[in-house]
């Protein structure tokens, strides 16, 4: 079990840092995102145009994209989670990865498009009220039943990180016992 969980941990962790760290790694996931999100709103028909490598400007208003708008933490945190469900074939382990991390991806490319749509074209007020009611209130609550969804496909899909995941639940409710247990003894000691 808890080589599963240092599986999941560093799989995850050595994606993240890949991006995070090695350059060209970052700057190709900021710029295909940021082509992306541009291709994304030329398509609605808005006006769009890519100002840099990691820039864009709807109706005139620049928005940079970062790291964070890439996606690529739930990426890793999924790729991590499913590397480490021990006893699982490789086939279904690969085919749980096609179902949650290009969704994760494409949903992303979603997001960036609709929050720079709504910064850019003023949907909610003010360009600074649309960036935060659709950064920070709409696309949160949509990935968040976006990645609830995704979780419960991978659960279902693949068990054996269902037991992972019970697993240490089990043995953090024994760890928090036994704590308790030894903090009430030194008390009634005293």
Same mark, same amino acid.
């Given at each position: 079990?808890?080589?599963?969980?240092?599986?999941?941990?560093? +799989?995850g962790?050595?994606?993240?840092f890949?991006?995070?760290?090695?350059?060209?790694?970052?700057?190709?996931?900021i710029? %295909?995102?940021?082509?992306?999100?541009v291709?994304?709103v030329?398509?609605?028909?808005?006006?769009?145009?890519q100002t840099?490598?990691?820039?864009? !400007?709807?109706?005139?208003?620049?928005?940079?994209i970062?790291?964070a708008? %890439?996606?690529?933490?739930? #990426?890793?945190?999924?790729?991590?989670i499913?590397?480490?469900?021990?006893g699982a074939?490789?086939?279904?382990?690969?085919?749980?990865?096609?179902?949650? +991390?290009p969704?994760?991806? +494409?949903?992303?490319?979603?997001?960036?498009?609709?929050? !720079?749509?709504?910064?850019?074209?003023?949907w909610?007020?003010?360009?600074d009220?649309?960036? $935060?009611?659709?950064? $920070?209130?709409? %696309?949160? !609550?949509?990935?968040?039943?976006?990645?609830?969804? #995704?979780?419960?496909t991978?659960?279902?899909?693949?068990?054996?990180?269902?037991?992972?995941?019970?697993?240490?639940l089990k043995?953090?409710?024994?760890?928090?016992?036994r704590?308790?247990?030894?903090?009430n003894? %030194?008390?009634?000691?005293?």
């Amino acid at each position: 079990m808890f080589i599963s969980l240092s599986r999941a941990a560093s +799989v995850g962790g050595l994606i993240y840092f890949m991006f995070a760290e090695v350059g060209f790694l970052n700057t190709w996931i900021i710029s %295909t995102v940021t082509g992306q999100g541009v291709w994304l709103v030329e398509k609605f028909g808005f006006p769009v145009a890519q100002t840099a490598w990691n820039k864009l !400007a709807v109706n005139g208003l620049p928005i940079e994209i970062i790291l964070a708008c %890439t996606a690529i933490e739930s #990426i890793a945190l999924f790729s991590g989670i499913i590397s480490s469900a021990t006893g699982a074939t490789t086939a279904r382990k690969l085919q749980v990865f096609m179902i949650s +991390v290009p969704v994760i991806y +494409v949903l992303n490319i979603i997001r960036v498009s609709f929050t !720079a749509s709504a910064y850019g074209l003023s949907w909610f007020g003010t360009p600074d009220e649309s960036f $935060h009611i659709s950064e $920070h209130i709409i %696309t949160k !609550a949509g990935s968040l039943i976006a990645l609830m969804l #995704i979780s419960y496909t991978v659960l279902k899909m693949l068990p054996e990180v269902a037991d992972m995941i019970d697993g240490i639940l089990k043995m953090m409710r024994i760890e928090f016992r036994r704590m308790v247990g030894s903090n009430n003894e %030194t008390k009634s000691e005293l």
